[in-house]
């Protein structure tokens, strides 16, 4: 037994494979909860009524002692599903019990854990970062005695072929740069890709989804249309500057915050200068600033090139500026933001 992927477990599931102990984590909450429901339905043939739930927060290891001795009466496993287990809030004596338990699950008994409400890491960022001591006792236990799959973001290109595949199961078939626009116009957000490659496919009808009508017909999210700002107003490009200000503003997205998030994507791009300028890569500065996707620091990398530190700080000065008069009094919102990108577009 060991750590596996989404995809490796999927494939065990549809051969009967199964662990007695299982333990999903990570911080792609929706793949998280997608493996334990699979397993939980694998293992009980969809029947919900045959699984047990129990609550992390205060959970009762005689209790789960109970529920793992238990034969299933009409489903061939013992689904117990505990959710959210923190082992840092439990003492001592409980935390051993607790893995004493786990060392004499019943053969038939399947034991599922969980976490998606709390940070597992305890605040560290970065590839490489590992879960809190304690539960970091528990996840390498079930590592080395069932099944661990640890759920992080997929990257872009990742989602580009899963999107690929989707369109082909839907009878449709797609290129990759049209599949990688997608994943960047929907922010590589899993259920918004699948709402949207709904969308295209149904208006394809069988045929190829192409680039262009990725781009006519998919909403750009509001992240990725500040991304367009950012790079239009850097690189002085005022005709792509103002449409993407006419966009963002039939967003209708209350002005303290479009001026946030334009703020934060100078800032990336502030960013990717500084780290180019001491030899930093892109994955040097995904470890040290918790990235979840790469596309979104390599667009910064790309963004700053010929940039200088003088020009984005300039910028800044000027958002920070209206921000304040934003809040100082009755203005405008609509005409400061404008005027505002029009300063920036002449620095």
């Excluded at 338990?101 to 940070?119: E, I, M, N, S, W």
């Excluded at 290109?157 to 990688?180: L, T, V």
């Excluded at 107003?233 to 500057?241: D, N, Q, S, T, Y």
């Amino acid at each position: 037994m060991a750590r596996i992927d989404t995809k490796q477990l999927a494939a065990q599931l549809r051969a009967g494979q199964f662990s007695n102990l299982y333990y999903f984590y990570g911080s792609d909450i929706l793949q998280v909860q997608t493996c334990t429901a699979q397993v939980l339905k694998a293992a009980t043939g969809g029947d919900e009524t045959a699984v047990t739930k129990l609550d992390g927060g205060s959970l009762n290891v005689s209790e789960l002692a109970d529920e793992a001795e238990m034969c299933p009466m009409f489903a061939e496993h013992n689904c117990i599903w505990v959710h959210d287990l923190n082992m840092d809030t439990l003492r001592e004596d409980t935390r051993k019990a607790l893995l004493d338990l786990l060392k004499r699950v019943a053969p038939q008994t399947v034991l599922v854990f969980d976490v998606t409400g709390f940070d597992i890491f305890g605040g560290k960022t970065g590839k490489n970062r590992k879960p809190t001591d304690k539960n970091r006792k528990l996840v390498d236990f079930i590592e080395k005695n069932g099944t661990s799959c640890l759920c992080e973001p997929k990257t872009q290109s990742q989602i580009a072929g899963d999107i690929i595949a989707a369109a082909k199961k839907n009878g449709c078939s797609m290129e990759r740069p049209a599949a990688m626009t997608l994943a960047e116009l929907c922010g590589c957000q899993t259920l918004l890709i699948r709402q949207e490659l709904g969308k295209l496919c149904a208006f394809a009808d069988g045929a190829e989804i192409t680039e262009p009508m990725v781009r006519d017909m998919v909403t750009p999210q509001l992240e990725t249309t500040v991304y367009m700002l950012t790079g239009a107003v850097l690189g002085h490009r005022a005709p792509a500057a103002m449409k993407a200000v006419e966009e963002l503003l039939a967003m209708r997205v209350e002005m303290p915050y479009l001026m946030a998030t334009v703020a934060g994507s100078l800032i990336e791009v502030q960013r990717a200068c500084a780290a180019r300028q001491e030899g930093r890569r892109v994955e040097d500065v995904m470890a040290d600033f918790g990235y979840r996707f790469s596309f979104v620091v390599e667009n910064a990398f790309r963004t700053s090139q010929g940039e200088t530190m003088e020009h984005i700080t300039k910028c800044l000065m000027l958002l920070c500026d209206a921000e304040r008069r934003l809040h100082s009094g009755a203005v405008d919102e609509r005409v400061l933001f404008e005027k505002t990108i029009v300063e920036m577009l002449r620095r």
